[in-house]
């Protein structure tokens, strides 16, 4: 573990157990992107006009062979909210139109969706997914209580935010299809987190955070389309690749990925970012750490006062682990874990409700979960933050 740790940039001084709202990028890759803006420093014409659309092209290769899908139809974005805002701002939307989604979903998203549902007169659905939740069936059933005639798509995150939990995505995607719906899947934590495989999971259009669990620097994400989609959707930001006077051979790669000048270096670090999984034996890592962080989440729980939200198993959790808790001011708690104890971890509020939850990344130590746990433990016993 310390040969990885030492490989990270991470402040000693911070025990670091929120990798998942931002990622942390190891120094080889960091230097990799540094590399990039250097040469595009260096020679900048050039490298705009001349290698970047090459470059871009083998990263995204790389990356298409990493997720199962073509390099022509995924291209890079900043992050998933900007994907996302890509496909919901064009979605043939009109008057009585229904996206079922959840409850559980990244406030973000739920915002761009009703803003743009809100334009048209659509209505965005949030099922509610009991928690806990207790089986697969029971959340598939849950969801599609919400499917009427009206319902022209779904939105799912794979893994979700505040709550950490992995939905049955490949199940929900596999009916969804069956019932001739539009399949459109958040997975902002899953590259480099859990597999995933484009080929073969039913997803019309899938974004997923490259800058999380597979380690490149911020600005690192993907918005994948399925082929026969592509033209549905227009630029976010309308550049020379709409209407180019020099198209190549795909529409959709002209439309998205030039958006005006801007520093593509994150983008560029793919390849780097694979070449260090494979270095580290990443999947054995991921799936040890997988296992002490499920092996915690009881803890957690007991340490915290809180609940548990799902069976403990791969099902359900990947390396985060998510809590409801008795928190009467969430502000509170979270500052007094950083000031206090200098551990950083989300305390977030979602729906009637406060959670917690911890990352375990292949930098973290069990020494790491056991100091939170005694922090909690001692929050809860001298102040009324943990009820
Ligand atoms: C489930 C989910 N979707 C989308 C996002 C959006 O990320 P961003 O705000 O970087 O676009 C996040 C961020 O953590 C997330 O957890």
Redesign the pocket.
Known sequence: MEKIRSKFLLNPEVTHLNH??FGACPKPIFEDYQKWQLELEKNTVNFFVKQGPQLLRQSRAALGEFIGCNEDDVVFTM????A?NIIIKSFPLKAGDEILGTDL??G??DRTWNYYCGKVGAKYVQQKISLPTFSKEQIIEEFFAGLTKNTKAIFI?H???TTALRLPVEEICAIAKEKGLITIV?G??IPGHISLDLATLQADIY?G?CH?WLLTPKGC?FLYVKRELQDLFDPLIISWGYESDAPTHSRFIDYHQLQGTRDFAAFLTIPKALEFRKNFDWKTVSAEQRKTSQANYQRFAEAANGMILCPISDDFLGQMCSIRINCPDFEKLGATLYNEYKIEIPVFPHGDFVYTRYSFQGYNTQAELDTLFAALSEIRSTTNLLG
């Open positions: 998942g709202s992050n998933p909210s900007y996302l979903e990244y973000a998203m995150s893994i979700t935010s958040d902002a934590h974004t955070a999380k994400s």
